[in-house]
């Protein structure tokens, strides 16, 4: 499979290349598009039939070309080896020109037997190839005729009915020419990639079916999110809050104000970057933690600075857990001057501060006396046993 250029700045996943007989090649989209390259000519695609794409098992993927029977059509071969033969006519001399519109299909939008494609339905292909309604195509050529197939095709974008459609490749396109930088501007097929990922991922992890509709889509398009991040932020986010302890969810309310009829809006918020998502949320999981070992509440500081300094879940869960049977060694002692480990102190153990963990060393034994397991603490060279240091 490679990426290869249909049209000007135009690129599709090609997955096999066959030699048409009359000149030219076909070439096959892993969605089952058939692309006429060199004057090949058109004859069908499975792309947009229904026996393709609402096949029992969902829709299907094409892995190669053969020649069809009559030795010169086409025959498009799936991941199961079922095959979808569309015959094609003998080459005839080249006509030239556009395609005679007389009586043939489509609204003249296909070529007639034994002709070569001419612009209209080049430009129908691409539209097609798009998803976007292949009438377009002899409006645009009879308006920009003299320009040629390739300058109609590369104009395209610039066209209503095309920002209709991809309303996050024109925002994207339009913060670029307002002169932001670093911004991506995606390809039509990345963005029928990206809506389609969308929808799997949405169906497979339980998301609100109502909450990506168009307009979210394009936001998060525009911002920069790709297909493969927002898996991550609905695997790695939004799936893994919704089956984490409630006691985790509570903080992510108390910390973020995020309740649980807004995980997904949270997780998926175009606005904010991956790696913001993923610092709260780790610290939200760390905040957990604390509340689980009835160690207390966290501010967002302190939560946000434990995920700085290395802290992850588990190491959360070992040191709030070590503080929280410790309290005779940190806490002070009605009588005595010593007024106990201060909070900075105490995260600072869980930290891997070695001043805090050298502090409480010291007091376990001054209190306690020094002594090995148990699940107490002792001097060693890794800090407070059995937590050692952040990475």
Known sequence: MAQREIAPGVFVEVVDVLAAPGGGEWWLGADGGIYAMGGAQFIDTPQNKDYWNNAPGGRRTARRLELSEDGYGY???????????????????????????????????????????????????????????????????????????????????????????????????ARREAGERGVYVPT?????????????????????????DKDDIAKMVAGGVSAAEL??????????????????????????????GQLAAFFLNPDKGEKILQRQWAATNVAGQAAIARYGNLSVGEAEGLVDAGVDEGRARAGFGLLGQSGEIIDPILGDRDPGMTREQELGVIKGDVAAQTEMEKRARRRRGAFEGGGGFASGNTGVSGLGTAE
Not at 82 to 110: F, H, K, Q, S
Not at 234 to 257: C, F, H, I, K, T
């Open 231 to 260: 898996e991550e932020r609905v695997v790695n986010g939004y799936w893994d809050a919704m089956n984490s302890p409630p006691e985790v969810r509570d903080q992510l309310q108390r910390l973020y104000g995020v309740g649980a």
């Open 188 to 212: 039509p097929a990345e963005y029928l990639e990206f809506e389609e990922k969308s929808r799997e991922v949405i169906t497979h992890y339980g998301v609100p079916a109502d909450f990506l």
């Open 75 to 173: 025959v498009v071969v799936d991941e199961n080896e079922n095959r979808y033969e569309y015959a094609g006519t003998a080459p005839a001399i080249e006509t030239g020109g556009d395609v005679d519109t007389t009586n043939v299909r489509d609204g003249g939008l296909t070529p007639t037997a034994g002709e070569r494609p001419g612009a209209t339905a080049i430009i129908a292909q691409f539209l097609r190839s798009i998803g976007i309604p292949e009438s377009h195509a002899a409006d645009l050529w009879n308006q920009s005729k003299d320009l040629g197939v390739d300058a109609v095709i590369a104009e395209i974008p610039t066209q209503q009915f095309f920002k209709d459609r991809f309303p996050g490749i024109a925002a994207a396109q």
